[in-house]
């Protein structure tokens, strides 16, 4: 046998790093269509009301055109490989709700009413603010790993959040909810709206460590893996915290939108359908209990079940009921499926609430069923490009947090959706994005930025493998 060195092995097997395309330039194609659709938005309004251009429409489009092209520019440079579609999601929902709130702004119905505020330079305002902390998520938030060491501390954070609002004195009790606090110079804020994220991060962490625990089941019943016992407590825990606020800030949403965030990561986690069950029937337990006795749910449930007879106890002057479900319906049902047009709707009809909790019905009627179908379809995108992000992600703790955002902000846009066109109760929440409220524009861009840096971490091209010298010396034995 003889000896001799193959002149094809004279290279190094360095492995290359997977080439990834980091979309940019997409993100900024799609950006420049989210910006010019609500500025030709804006201007139909006007041609519409006043038949001329609005004074505004080049501030208009600037101001949103600087807001996306600091967010583009911010993502190219600190999380080049995110997901090109959220950006120009959000930014298209922010503008197209900017362009409604301006255009209740002009009704004339309103405007006489004492409650009547301008909405839409503070919406603005609000926007530039939820893209500054957008801007310092991403900046700030280099690995969304570090948030993990902050699961207990998000906890008590959760909570401290939740409790503001019963603070005597700094609380704020608006039509029966007691959700808001009061901060001077700056109005109300919403402490509800950031205590979804920060109890996101709790639910990652602890779900991360006790999975496992929380996956063995005890025995069998109707197909359905039961939990251990012992293993219901974190359930049990949340459920009586969601009941808590439900009691004592009589606000139904967000006592359904954590509960729910939860036991969608708790099934994600342990892949055990049981959890899902045990969550819906405690859950509906809970509403009905407290719905036995607390007036504000029981006005909400009434104003579910019989829109109308709310509506003439309303008109009746009768204290106490509103007239706003059955004029929302009213919006839905003369939009049709082409709409009215931009401008050319009565959903002012509504009042004070036609820009926050009812902006739903404006679109509904002005835009139509074809309309509503493509924005509930840009939410849906968010969605699934957050649940998509949880898939890609390398960590487990980034898996259920993406998870978990992606998860509360669906249950937030069913449960408004759901109670402005009568599906459900309503709850008294925003629309994401779309409404006029500063406390959800701007925790709704942090929960972007969030899922933004996870996004980035992973599609993120593995490193390039070291060359191994010993390549060199390898010889190959022939006969």
Known sequence: MSSTTNPSTHHTSTIGAIGAPSRRNTELALLVFAVLIPVFAYANVGLAINDEVPAGLLSYGFGLG????VGHLVV?????YADPLLLPLATLLNGLGLV??????????LQSSKLFVEAAPRQ????????????AVLVFLRDHRVLQRYTYISMAGALVL??????????????GAKIW?????LGTLQPGEFAKIVLAVFFAGYLMV???ALALASRRFMGLYLPRGRDLGPIIVVWIISILILVFETDLGTSLLFFGMFVIMLYVATERTSWIVFGLLMSAVGAVGVASFESHVQQRVQAWLDPMHEYELSRQGVFGHTEQSMQALWAFGSGGTLGSGWGQGNSDLIGFAANSDFILATFGEELGLAGLMALLLLYALIVERGVRTALAARDPFGKLLAIGLSGAFALQVFVVAGGVMGLIPLTGMTMPFLAYGGSSVIANWALIGILLRISDTARRPAPAAPANPDAEMTQVVRP
């Open 76 to 80: 190219r440079k600190f999380a080049p």
């Open 66 to 69: 600087l807001l996306a092209g």
């Open 210 to 212: 006790k999975r496992d």
């Open 100 to 109: 409604a709130i301006w255009r209740l702004d002009q009704s004339d119905r």
């Open 124 to 135: 603005l305002m609000y926007s530039a603010l939820g893209v500054a902390l957008f801007v």
């Open 181 to 185: 606090i009061k901060i001077p110079g």
């Open 162 to 175: 939740l409790l503001l609002p019963l603070v005597p004195g700094l609380g704020h009790d608006n039509f």
